[in-house]
């Protein structure tokens, strides 16, 4: 018989960020995840990360909401089962409870990472193999500040750590953010890929004079301009410009990226296993968004180490990622609660190769920054 799911524990963990990490709606002085472990009947252990940005300003759940939502409902349901019946499983907290993605991500993850450890081989060999080993990570720059932005891009390109940057902009009048990023693109000048991120903050009309402004400046990407749920404009933005635009928050899962491929959009897609419900349900995005041909991008939440190596395993699988990834949320974090630290190394991170996502829990430090 094979082995069963014994016990699920959520826990909230929060560590502070290197600095202020500005976006439109927020700034984060620190990042909250709520780290999933699995158990099986064999003793043997998954983990999984639900991580959003900002408590409850940036996505529909928070990480206190996640927890609740895991330990009340999704743990009874779970307990007991068929560890490695993932597609099963899935199924079953679909009809019971739909929408909670970013819920449902952890605990994917976790069971993928249980199956990977029985199996004793990495996650992305049962997904099929990696494509790639070594993926490019792009860095926010999102201190507020100019002069600041500029001398951190600067020693991060000399480091060769980043060569891609994404700057966050929507709080300010529009001309004031296109200032600051001109002036960053013309800093760094053909060394770096330099993107912005609106982050919905801008409606139509605006968005259109911004675009107009950061195509002339040299801007390679303009991420999610205007309102998630206003398919059209993105749309119709998307064919005025030749500067592309990047979809995240308008798109979660496949059937997301359906709609708005539907209404005429083209340009790139923000992959997140937190918004698509999991691993396996953001390649199934990538799928649709590849059908219609929208570029992909391995989009982050700004998790820790678990939620970004689960991410990896995924995107390391697909031919095409056009736009790269950004997979740096360990980055921005002052500490790690796992034993290894991923490897950033030649503008990108290596894939973890050990057994499941191939990263172990560091006992002390989640002890350390795990909520009282
Ligand atoms: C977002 O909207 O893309 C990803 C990178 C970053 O700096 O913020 C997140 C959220
Ligand atoms: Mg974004």
Redesign the pocket.
């Known amino acids: 018989m094979s082995a069963t799911i014994k016990s699920i524990e959520a826990v909230l963990v929060d560590i502070p960020t290197i600095r202020p990490?500005k976006?439109s709606m927020t700034t984060m002085g620190v990042q909250t995840m709520v780290i999933v472990r699995i158990k099986d009947s064999d003793g043997l252990e998954g983990l999984g990360e639900a991580t959003t940005?900002g408590g409850l300003a940036?996505g529909l759940a928070s990480p206190e909401s996640v927890k609740v939502t895991i330990d009340a409902y999704f743990a009874p349901q779970l307990l007991n089962q068929p560890a490695g019946e993932i597609n099963t499983l899935r199924v079953m907290l679909d009809r019971t409870s739909p929408g909670n993605n970013l819920a449902k991500s952890a605990v994917e993850t976790a069971l993928l990472d249980l199956l990977g450890k029985r199996l004793n081989r990495p996650l992305y060999e049962l997904l099929g193999g990696a494509v790639h080993k070594h993926l490019p990570v792009l860095w926010?720059l999102?201190s507020g500040d100019t002069q600041k932005d500029i001398d951190e891009a600067k020693t991060l390109i000399a480091a060769k750590r980043h060569c891609d940057f994404?700057l966050?902009i929507g709080a300010r009048p529009v001309m004031d953010d296109v200032r600051h990023v001109a002036a960053i693109k013309e800093a760094v000048g053909d060394q770096a890929s330099v993107r912005v991120?609106v982050?919905q903050a801008w409606d139509a009309a605006t968005a259109a004079k911004g675009m107009a402004e950061l195509q002339a400046a040299g801007i390679d990407l303009v991420?999610?301009p205007t309102p998630k749920n206003e398919l059209a404009a993105l749309a119709r933005l998307s064919s005025r410009f030749h500067i592309p635009i990047l979809a995240?928050?308008a798109v979660a899962d496949a059937a997301d990226m359906f709609t708005l491929a539907a209404a005429g959009f083209s340009g790139a897609v923000?992959m997140?296993i937190a918004k698509a419900g999991g691993p396996l349900r953001a390649l199934e995005q990538a799928a649709v968004a590849q059908a219609a041909g929208i570029g992909l991008y391995g989009?982050?939440?700004?998790e820790g180490t678990i939620g970004t190596a689960a991410s990896l395993h995924a995107w390391a699988t697909l031919g095409n990622l056009q736009w790269g990834t950004?997979m740096?949320?360990p980055l921005?974090m002052k500490d790690d609660i796992v034993v290894t630290p991923l490897n950033y190394n030649n503008n990108g991170v290596d894939l973890p190769t050990g057994p499941g996502l191939g990263v172990e829990i560091d006992e002390d430090k989640l002890a350390e920054y795990r909520r009282k």
């Open positions: 990490h976006l940005i940036y926010t999102a994404k966050k991120d982050n991420e999610q995240d928050e923000a997140k989009g982050t939440m700004l950004e740096f949320g921005l």
